[in-house]
């Protein structure tokens, strides 16, 4: 018994060390879908990139001494994930109900035709609507998932009736 709970014991930590060397690849690709390049991410990388998803308004030094690397190659890191395109952009994630924003929706849309003009002219509209904050592509019985925010669900009506009842295609 002992022998088969080492050999599922090796086996597992086997397919987690594969899963860890899959991991460290980052396939950048671009909008359409098509692989750009493939970046080799070291364990400094992975960490570098842990640190700046938690708290992006960290410096380099701090980062530098979080991971154990001088300030300078880590500095230079950042600056080739940032070049590389693996970190696109730094932003500030806010409180949507301290800021008013209290009522959150998931909405499902199916379009009436599927041809890439319907997609191009959907995508364009709903970039156009700050009510907007995600826009995720589906593939099965509905062709996108929406994440809205409004003030409440009085808001959420007058935007659907007003602007998303509007597009053409839906």
């Given amino acids: 018994m002992g022998e088969?709970?080492?050999?599922?014991k090796?086996?597992?930590w086997s397919i987690i060390?594969?899963?860890r060397l899959v991991a460290t690849r980052l396939c950048v690709k671009a909008h359409c879908g098509k692989l750009i390049m493939q970046i080799d991410l070291d364990v400094y990388d992975r960490k570098i990139l842990a640190l700046l998803q938690e708290d992006a308004s960290l410096s380099s030094a701090q980062i530098a001494e979080q991971v154990g690397l001088s300030q300078s190659?880590?500095?230079?890191?950042?600056?080739?994930?940032?070049?590389?395109?693996?970190?696109?952009?730094?932003?500030?994630?806010?409180?949507r109900k301290k800021i008013g924003l209290n009522t959150q929706i998931f909405a499902e849309v199916k379009l009436n035709a599927h041809g890439?003009?319907?997609?191009?002219?959907f995508t364009d509209a709903i970039r156009?609507?700050?009510?907007?904050l995600e826009c995720y592509v589906l593939m099965g019985s509905v062709d996108f998932l929406l994440r809205i925010?409004?003030?409440d669900i009085e808001a959420?009506?007058?935007?659907?009736?007003?602007?998303?009842?509007l597009v053409p295609g839906i």
């Fill in 4 to 8: 088969i709970f080492a050999w599922r």
């Fill in 10 to 12: 090796r086996n597992f």
């Fill in 17 to 19: 060390n594969s899963i």
């Fill in 73 to 95: 190659p880590c500095w230079r890191r950042i600056q080739r994930l940032k070049d590389e395109g693996v970190i696109r952009r730094q932003v500030a994630l806010l409180d």
């Fill in 116 to 121: 890439r003009s319907n997609f191009t002219e």
């Fill in 128 to 132: 156009g609507f700050p009510e907007v």
């Fill in 149 to 151: 925010v409004t003030p």
């Fill in 156 to 165: 959420y009506e007058r935007f659907f009736f007003e602007k998303l009842s």
